[in-house]
């Protein structure tokens, strides 16, 4: 079984920065894409940025520009580096995982909010 375990969240003042961290454990195959999603309260949860294992990535537009996202594939880890943040931010993020065997895996989410 897989799991995903995400650090880094915490309170920010508008234009800070934030790192948040996810390592991927108990995997015995290949996974392939990792990312970060988010829900903010009574909204549905929606993508902030993939990367693939190849390297490559998608970010939402909103994101775009402040946000960066690595992974590393030996340690089965992936980063999201955040900044210019904004009260729009303010969310639980969620960590993303689909395996070579085709499943999707989630974190527990981390809090982020943005708030002076």
């Known amino acids: 079984q897989v799991q995903l375990v995400e650090s880094g969240g915490g309170l920010v003042q508008p234009g800070g920065s934030l790192r948040l961290s996810c390592a991927a454990s108990g995997a015995i195959f290949p996974i392939y894409t990792m990312g970060w999603y988010r829900q903010a309260p009574g909204k549905q949860r929606e993508l902030v940025a993939t990367?693939?294992?190849?390297?490559?990535?998608n970010y939402a537009d909103s994101v775009k520009g402040r946000f960066t996202i690595s992974r590393d594939n030996a340690k089965n880890t992936v980063n999201l580096q955040m900044n210019s943040l904004n009260s729009e931010d303010t969310a639980v993020y969620y960590c993303?995982?689909?395996?070579?065997?085709?499943?999707?895996?989630w974190g527990q989410g981390t809090q982020v909010t943005v708030s002076a």
């Open positions: 993303y995982a689909r395996g070579a065997n085709a499943r999707d895996y």
């Open positions: 990367i693939t294992r190849g390297g490559g990535t």
